[in-house]
């Protein structure tokens, strides 16, 4: 993926009080819990944000879990924490939200075994090429690490307009023994899709008339 490079968007990135660095995750590995206002609340991620809006809205909504959401771009990353800010006055701040600047390969580096409740996957690169498919943020590599991070009732959301990804997925979840605990081709077309946080891609493709795929599964 080629992205425009924005300058002094590293020091942006070190200087904002609601993301951390490599580095600084380490030091919190197995107390992340610790970093937030409430610490007693389960620890929600999203690996590959983006922007942000999935999981800005998703801390709007529910108060009672701690998200945190994961970009290994600093450009982009900076514009999430731009938008957050741009929503945040003095009367209401996301005291359940942080950002974090590492790449998903290294997550066992930073999260401790059972440390997260959820993992949200939203229309991650398909990395197209057979040769490329361990990349996959759904291939068996990945779920291994998931497997290890998520606590023993930890969920994997995972949501893409890609059907050939999707049915990838699905393999490589049950292969590795894991439970689908729901399925769906055109995710919008059920009613569970009522309460349904879209992000920004999934607004777009959906209005283009796209059929969005999702899973839940669970070990």
Not at 39 to 59: C, S, T, V
Not at 179 to 201: A, G, L, R, V
Request: aromatic share 14%.
């Amino acid at each position: 993926m080629r992205l425009r490079h924005i300058p002094g968007c590293e020091e942006f990135i070190q200087n904002s009080t609601c993301c951390l660095y490599g580095d600084e995750l380490i030091k919190h590995k197995g107390k992340i819990s610790k970093l937030y206002k409430n610490p007693d609340l389960p620890i929600h991620i999203e690996i590959g944000m983006g922007k942000g809006r999935f999981i800005r809205d998703m801390a709007d909504k529910y108060r009672d879990i701690n998200f945190l959401g994961i970009e290994r771009y600093e450009s982009v990353l900076m514009k999430a924490i731009q938008r957050k800010e741009n929503f945040e006055n003095e009367n209401y701040k996301y005291e359940n939200l942080l950002f974090a600047c590492i790449d998903a390969r290294n997550l066992l580096e930073y999260f401790d075994e059972g440390e997260i409740d959820r993992i949200y996957l939203n229309f991650s690169d398909p990395w197209p090429k057979k040769r490329h498919s361990i990349r996959r943020l759904t291939s068996q590599y990945f779920l291994k690490i998931y497997d290890i991070i998520l606590s023993k009732s930890g969920q994997l959301e995972f949501k893409t307009d890609n059907i050939s990804l999707f049915s990838f997925s699905l393999e490589e979840i049950e292969s590795v023994g894991w439970k689908i605990k729901y399925k769906s081709f055109d995710f919008h077309s059920e009613p569970d899709s009522f309460s349904n946080i879209m992000t920004e891609y999934e607004e777009k493709f959906s209005q283009k008339g796209q059929k969005i795929c999702k899973l839940i599964a669970m070990r």
